[in-house]
């Protein structure tokens, strides 16, 4: 039997009937081959795109390329579970469960939950693979709590969350959101909130996320689109780690992305995160992401706006930039698609942040320090991406599809 990536425990108090309180995920122990991978499977995308030429619909981004030439993925929609790249590459959702059909898209009551509605299939104990009956807007009166192996899958329908509380994925494991609309999400809280069949709790005041990941392990977030939220678009915090974000479509946000708690938060030392083929849009201004401790990937992504910098971080975070499209602002003091925080140069310039393969445009610049600043770095490293010219390419279906039943995606 394989194992997956990075092992977790789940510690849980079964006796007092409460859900987990804490998942502990060990380290991919040699990140660089997991950056190996991905870039393998873009490579082989890209050459199975040319080997067919005009006969293929492929567009060598092997997310896609795994599951939208199907006409038939309406039938197949689990077999999306297994076309993840990168840390989160092992986030199998539902994909082992049932098929859950939202059929209300009401939310009067976070405790109980009606069958039928987005949170009650959430919180439910075993696997479920969850999917929309129709075109819906959820107005979600509290944080949608997830419970473990679950998938949302919005393909075929538009489906968006948004004008309250967004989606919560704490301390539980194996979550993949895909295809959804996520936007205008605000604050909530000071409320009991059910996180399980078997218990429900009392919620302090939330930050308004678009997808908030606290202590979550195994987790896909592809396909979606997120705008204009109370504080990130996707932030993953308090020791997340194996988490793939992976052709989103981004904009209109101030703080767009937070991966790592605190400085002192030393846990997410083991954060490992992938941001593959995102597009980073109109009215973005910094945390494209902004990282803490653990090591990014991030590969292939097209950068179109910034006010302040793209990516940022502080306390020593690995860094690994490749292949992206980053236009800077007319801001002349804005160029920089870098940005240390809260230390001097002194102790950044041991940070390991490097640059392969970026495409810089309109005076952008990426500031490489430690061993991506070395020039051993790219005689050691045996890493490619696909060119950032053919970013555009590769970013092109980033966000939420239009997905016709019967015919591919």
């Not at 405790?111 to 819906?136: C, H, S």
């Not at 981004?250 to 400085?263: A, E, I, P, Q, R």
């Not at 997410?268 to 849009?281: E, L, P, S, Y």
């Not at 942040?353 to 309109?362: F, K, V």
């Amino acid at each position: 039997m394989a194992i997956p990536a990075s092992l977790c425990a789940l510690l849980i108090l079964p006796l007092l009937g409460i859900a987990p309180t804490f998942i502990s995920c060990s380290p991919v122990l040699d990140p660089d081959q997991v950056v190996q991978q991905v870039n393998q499977s873009i490579r082989n995308a890209t050459m199975a795109r040319r080997n067919l030429g005009f006969l293929s619909c492929g567009t060598a981004n092997p997310i896609d390329d795994c599951w939208r030439c199907d006409p038939h993925w309406e039938k197949n929609r689990q077999r999306l579970a297994d076309c993840a790249i990168g840390f989160g590459k092992h986030a199998i959702g539902g994909r082992d469960g049932k098929i859950y059909v939202v059929t209300d898209p009401s939310d009067p009551d976070p405790v109980n939950p009606k069958p039928g509605t987005l949170r009650y299939g959430v919180i439910q104990e075993e696997p479920l693979w969850i999917i929309f009956a129709r075109d819906m807007v959820i107005k979600l009166k509290e944080e949608l709590l997830m419970n473990s192996f679950k998938t949302i899958d919005g393909r075929g329908v538009n489906v968006h969350i948004t004008g309250g509380p967004c989606i919560t994925i704490q301390y539980v494991t194996n979550i993949i959101i895909h295809g959804i609309n996520i936007h205008d999400c605000k604050r909530g809280g000071n409320a009991y909130v059910r996180d399980s069949p078997s218990h429900y709790g009392w919620r302090t005041i939330s930050d308004g996320d678009g997808v908030s990941i606290f202590g979550g392990s195994h987790v896909w977030v592809d396909h979606c689109s997120l705008s204009n939220c109370n504080d990130g678009l996707i932030d993953a915090i308090h020791g997340s780690t194996a988490i793939t974000i992976s052709n989103n479509y981004m904009t209109h946000h101030n703080k767009v992305m937070l991966l790592g708690h605190s400085d002192s938060y030393t846990r997410d030392k083991n954060m490992q995160v992938t941001i593959a083929f995102n597009h980073f849009g109109e009215g973005l201004v910094q945390r494209m992401p902004r990282c803490r401790h653990g090591y990014f990937h991030v590969v292939n992504n097209d950068y179109m706006h910034w006010k302040m910098y793209a990516i940022g971080g502080s306390a020593d975070p690995t860094i690994n930039s490749q292949g992206n499209r980053f236009l800077a602002p007319n801001d002349e003091n804005n160029k920089e698609v870098t940005k240390r925080e809260d230390a001097p140069q002194s102790k950044w310039k041991n940070w390991n942040w490097r640059s392969e393969g970026d495409l810089m445009l309109n005076g952008a610049f990426f500031t490489p320090s430690g061993a991506g600043a070395s020039s051993s770095y790219a005689k050691a490293s045996s890493l490619g991406a696909r060119p950032s010219s053919l970013v555009s390419s590769l970013t092109a279906g980033a966000g939420a599809l239009v997905c016709k039943k019967g015919s591919r995606c």
